[in-house]
């Protein structure tokens, strides 16, 4: 992308002015389910006491795991196989604590509400027992503390019980870096539509090797998005802390540009408006998988 801009939602005053209150911006240049998930899993260190939940005071005074935060205590994440895996979203009912491996002492917290004031989509990835691995919007760490690149997406335990299934996700995106193409591919692995897609320029490239997903899509007319939504993933940039000179924590967007085409953005993914319109049909929570 081009410059740094400041995200407002166009949909409502409320919105618009959360987004204000938070400052985020956009690359612009260079009932408790009854669900199965798959059983694969890398299983956390299990606890010889019996769970105990955190009072509610406790949990709001966890970091939240969100756009432009950077715990710890999160688990750098990627797994390939994810798309075919992550094939449900969910939603919570409160502030739900997130946890490590060892599943003892709560890390972080993810809200309810995201940053636009909608309801958190959430996307288990693993099942261990009565935890279910999530991915986050939030960061690991900074690439600039990280000596060969931060993690591009992070992850965390949460507890089953919490979680409420929403939405099944039959399809999800496929972002070839080196192919300039963003791809809606189904759950049997076949392209149901392919566009091309101007991607990261080479000081600020596109992460390649990651797996996000979707969490938010918007109008913002402070970037002209006034047509076609913002789709905004989970996912970071990888080689740098700010690549868009902002304080969204490096998050690659997938939005419309008149330029479309080329290595020329700061890490997020431009497409024309017929195909953001074609992923913005897709349920938010759908994975996006970007390869080289």
């Not at 870096?177 to 080479?202: H, L, N, R, W």
Request: glycine share 10%; charged share 15%.
């Amino acid at each position: 992308m081009t410059r740094t801009r400041t995200v407002r939602v166009a949909s409502t005053t409320l919105a618009t002015a959360l987004l204000l209150t938070l400052g985020l911006t956009a690359c612009t240049a260079p009932s408790t389910t009854t669900g199965t998930k798959p059983t694969t899993s890398r299983s956390a260190t299990p606890t010889a006491d019996p769970y105990v939940a955190p009072a509610a005071a406790v949990v709001a005074t966890l970091p939240e795991a969100r756009y432009d935060a950077v715990i710890g205590g999160l688990l750098p994440f990627y797994d390939a196989k994810i798309p075919k895996t992550a094939d449900e979203t969910y939603t919570i009912s409160a502030d739900a604590p997130l946890y490590g491996d060892d599943h003892s002492k709560p890390v972080a917290r993810l809200a309810a509400k995201n940053f636009l004031g909608d309801p958190t989509v959430v996307v288990p990835v693993k099942v261990s027992g009565d935890w279910a691995m999530v991915m986050t919007p939030a960061r690991q760490a900074l690439p600039s503390a990280v000596k060969d690149g931060a993690a591009a997406q992070s992850a965390a335990w949460i507890r089953r019980d919490l979680l409420t299934k929403q939405t099944a996700l039959k399809d999800h995106v496929v972002i070839s870096v080196g192919k300039q193409t963003v791809s809606i591919v189904g759950s049997d692995g076949k392209t149901v539509q392919e566009f091309p897609a101007g991607v990261g320029a080479g000081g600020t490239p596109t992460p390649t090797g990651v797996i996000g997903y979707i969490q938010a899509r918007y109008l913002d007319p402070a970037q002209n998005q006034t047509v076609h939504p913002i789709q905004l993933t989970t996912l970071h940039s990888s080689a740098a802390d700010e690549p868009y000179g902002g304080n969204d924590g490096g998050l690659i967007g997938v939005h419309y540009e008149s330029v479309a085409r080329g290595a020329v953005s700061h890490g997020c993914v431009r497409l024309d408006g017929g195909a953001v319109d074609a992923v913005n049909a897709l349920p938010v929570g759908t994975v996006v998988q970007i390869v080289a």
